[in-house]
């Protein structure tokens, strides 16, 4: 009998032990006020896989009983349609799909540097969304990342972003411009189908304009492309109305494609005697032509091109030591014209 009772009293030790200690000594989970977090024990890191508030304003924390707070779960925030802001700390590294879809009374996002990778259809259907800061350092805003953001009017790009991501501003009717990014190549597959763009301008780091980029925008009636574009999928354009015009270079591949597509095309306003193309025209153009004409490598203004107009200023369909001379006088303010 005593023999018994003190098997049934380990017994009762072990099922304690086991209640009090995690199942695996490199995860739990946890309760933290109104979220539920996983936390690793190997890496020390945490994961927000559940918030249960009601809240307008929501502040996600760094750290949760000493772990680092670095990725949000999928679906975390998905249909908490009482939630106006929301603050990311600067541990977040990871931001899983749909993390926010629906919304639908979100005003403003920022989000932080360190986010290095984001699931599909972040912010879908956010409908009172009207500002969005990608500070992330990632490569590509992915696929559907803004879809149906009816409201979406402002929206800052990291200068890592080169690609902007399937559909990724699909049904935005209220985008009037592109997103401000500085190192963008390459615009998706109907990135911005059925937005509200009017007249925009491409960024001159563009090279590809994708199938349907821009397609269903009735609203467009004016896309600048510059001499970087150098593939421009037949249908990027579709459905855009019969107003729409190519704005690009002379000699460029937007003016071969308007004119394969029956699109206008306008030439890009001349500014003789910028040779360099850089906006303005100074000492440096000159030098320029000087370097071209001593046959120096990289410097080269073949006859018929956008750079020849340029370098030609006065008009006699040579490029030499006057036209250099005219553009030292004019940076000097020696003359006023050409």
Do not use: W
């Not at 695996?24 to 020390?44: D, H, I, K, R």
């Amino acid at each position: 009998m005593k023999k018994s009772k003190k098997i049934i009293s380990l017994a009762f030790v072990v099922l304690l032990l086991i209640s009090i200690v995690p199942m695996s000594a490199s995860a739990a989970e946890v309760v933290y006020g109104n979220f539920s977090f996983e936390l690793n024990g190997t890496t020390n890191q945490a994961t927000l896989s559940e918030y249960n508030g009601n809240s307008s304003s929501v502040k996600v924390p760094d750290t949760v009983y000493g772990y680092t707070v670095t990725k949000i779960d999928d679906l975390v925030f998905y249909k908490h349609d009482e939630i106006q802001s929301v603050s990311l700390p600067n541990t977040i590294k990871s931001i899983g799909f749909s993390a926010f879809s629906s919304c639908t009374k979100l005003k403003k996002i920022i989000l932080p540097v360190t986010v290095t990778s984001m699931g599909e259809y972040t912010f879908n259907n956010c409908t009172s969304l009207t500002e969005a800061y990608v500070n992330s350092a990632i490569e590509t805003l992915p696929n559907y990342m803004f879809k149906n953001c009816t409201s979406l009017t402002k929206v800052n790009v990291n200068f890592y972003t080169e690609k902007i991501g399937t559909r990724a501003f699909d049904g935005c009717t209220s985008l009037k411009s592109l997103p401000n990014g500085v190192a963008i190549t390459e615009i998706g597959d109907e990135a911005f189908f059925n937005s509200g763009l009017e007249s925009i301008k491409i960024n001159d780091t563009v090279t590809t304009i994708a199938n349907g980029a821009f397609s269903n925008c009735s609203k467009l009636t004016k896309v600048n492309v510059p001499s970087s574009v150098t593939s421009i999928f037949d249908n990027a354009f579709s459905n855009c109305g019969e107003n729409l015009t190519i704005i690009g270079d002379y000699g460029s591949y937007a003016e071969k494609y308007a004119k394969d597509n029956n699109i206008t095309f306008e030439e890009n306003p001349l500014l003789i005697g910028d040779v360099n193309n850089d906006g303005d025209i100074n000492v440096r153009d000159s030098v320029y032509i000087l370097r071209y004409i001593a046959l120096q490598s990289g410097y080269e203004i073949p006859e018929g091109t956008l750079i020849f107009k340029r370098a030609d200023v006065n008009g006699d369909g040579k490029v030499d030591v006057t036209d250099a001379t005219l553009i030292q006088k004019y940076a000097l303010h020696m003359i006023d014209k050409f």
